[in-house]
Every structure is written in structure tokens, then in C-alpha cells.
């Protein structure tokens, strides 16, 4: 099972929208509804964002959504603040023996 | 408020095993199936496997197969993550995470394992 496809790097000015793609295939992004992202600052555990595409915990902005087209699940942050500097992480259910996998990390960065 | 707490650093020689703890409070320890992911050095998240606390069952993914060993004690809501023959590159920073049907909400502080020689 090969991780999901995020893009290496993505950067944004501050008060921007910024969107981080996931691609999998029809056995994990396209075939569940089961896509989550995670925030991760140096040094710290990950932080649940979004879950079940586009759904989000208690006390997480709102400037955060999620959503999802064929084997590509989306994360846009909207209203881009320093503060969200951090790597992000998508992750899926998948039918493969493995279960869950994870994508190769975006480092979001503040122009 | 739900906490897990996880042991400290380990440093391990190569071809030895290694056992890492996570205990759980702020919650009914039964009610999350626990899994364990690892993060190496400056990589992505990997997903190790999972453990119900309830029953004991266990489904671990196939690359750790025969490798790991994942169990619990409920009398102290503590879980474990037991992973044996540590190469370098089982290097890595190992994180228990209480999950609740589709939401990995609770992760612990992660444990650093080092194997060097």
C-alpha cells in the first residue's frame, strides 16, 4: 500500500486561501468516506482537523474545510494565519491489508 | 479531559526489543480501540496497528505482522506497543492514538525509540 500523493510544499500570504490536495485511488480515498486531516507543528503529536472529509471537531477554526472529488480529498484553509505554519497530513481508510494510510506530508509555509 | 500518556525515550541495540506504554485517563478506557502509528526522523505518519481494549483483540497492519505485539492491562488502563529484531530504521518516534469510530481525536505525547549500536 503506498501512501497518499500530498504536494511536497505549499505557501500562502497571510489573510490567503491555501488548498492541500490528497490523491489515492478507488480503494482508499475514492472508495470511503473516511479522509482526515492532521496538523502537525516540529517537535509536537498530530492534531485532528477534519474527519470523515469534511467534518470538524470541536474548537477547530472554521477557516478549516475539507472535501472530496473522485480519489482527490481537498483541505483549504481560508483567512491564512502565521500561526497555521505547521505540516499537514491526510490520511484514509483503505481495503488493503494495511487499513489506514497515511499521505507524504505538506509543509505549509507563510510568505 | 482525555489524556495519554506514553513511557519515556528508549534507546535499544540493534536486534533487541522494545516495549512502550500509554495510559489512558479521562475516559473509559474499553470505549476507544487504541492504535499505534510511527513517525521516523524528518518522515511522513505510518500506521502500525490497533488494539480493542474491551476484548483484547488486535489487527495489525501486514508489514508489522509476526514483529509487533500489541496488549493491554485494563486494571490500569494502560496499553502497549511491543516491537521486536529493532533494525535503524525502526528509528522513530512512536505515538498511541484513542480512537472513537472514524475520529483519531487523542494522541499521545509520542515516545522517541532509538536504535543505534
Known amino acids: 500500500q503506498s501512501a497518499l500523493t500530498q504536494p511536497a510544499s505549499v505557501s500562502g500570504s497571510p489573510g490567503q486561501s491555501i488548498t492541500i490536495s490528497c490523491t489515492g485511488t478507488?480503494?482508499?480515498?475514492?472508495?470511503?468516506?473516511?479522509v482526515s486531516w492532521y496538523q502537525q507543528h516540529p517537535g509536537k503529536a498530530p492534531k485532528l482537523m477534519i474527519y470523515?472529509?469534511?467534518n470538524r471537531p470541536s474548537g477547530v477554526s472554521n477557516r478549516f474545510s475539507g472535501s472530496k472529488s473522485g480519489n482527490t480529498a481537498s483541505l483549504t484553509i481560508s483567512g491564512f494565519q502565521a500561526e497555521d505554519e505547521a505540516d499537514y497530513y491526510c490520511?484514509?481508510?483503505?481495503?488493503?491489508?494495511?487499513?489506514?494510510?497515511f499521505g507524504t506530508g505538506t509543509k505549509v509555509t507563510v510568505l | 479531559q482525555v489524556q495519554l500518556v506514553q513511557s519515556g525515550a528508549e534507546v535499544k541495540k540493534p536486534g533487541a526489543s522494545v516495549k512502550v506504554s500509554c495510559k489512558a485517563s479521562?475516559?473509559?478506557?474499553?470505549?476507544?480501540?487504541m492504535h499505534w502509528v510511527r513517525q521516523a526522523p524528518g518522515q511522513g505518519l505510518e500506521w502500525m496497528g490497533w488494539?480493542?481494549?474491551?476484548?483484547?483483540?488486535?489487527n495489525y497492519a501486514q508489514k508489522f505482522q509476526g514483529w509487533v505485539t500489541m496488549t493491554r492491562d485494563t486494571s490500569i488502563s494502560t496499553a502497549y506497543m511491543e516491537l521486536s529484531r529493532l533494525t535503524s530504521d525502526d528509528t522513530a518516534v512512536y505515538y498511541c492514538?484513542?480512537?472513537?469510530?472514524?475520529?483519531?481525536?487523542?494522541w499521545g505525547q509520542g515516545t522517541l525509540v532509538t536504535v543505534s549500536s
Open positions: 490520511s484514509s481508510y483503505t481495503s488493503s491489508s494495511t487499513l489506514y494510510v
Open positions: 488494539i480493542n481494549p474491551n476484548s483484547g483483540g488486535t
Open positions: 479521562g475516559y473509559t478506557f474499553t470505549a476507544y480501540y
Open positions: 470523515e472529509v469534511s
Open positions: 478507488s480503494s482508499d480515498v475514492g472508495g470511503y468516506n473516511y
Open positions: 492514538v484513542a480512537v472513537s469510530g472514524t475520529r483519531w481525536d487523542y
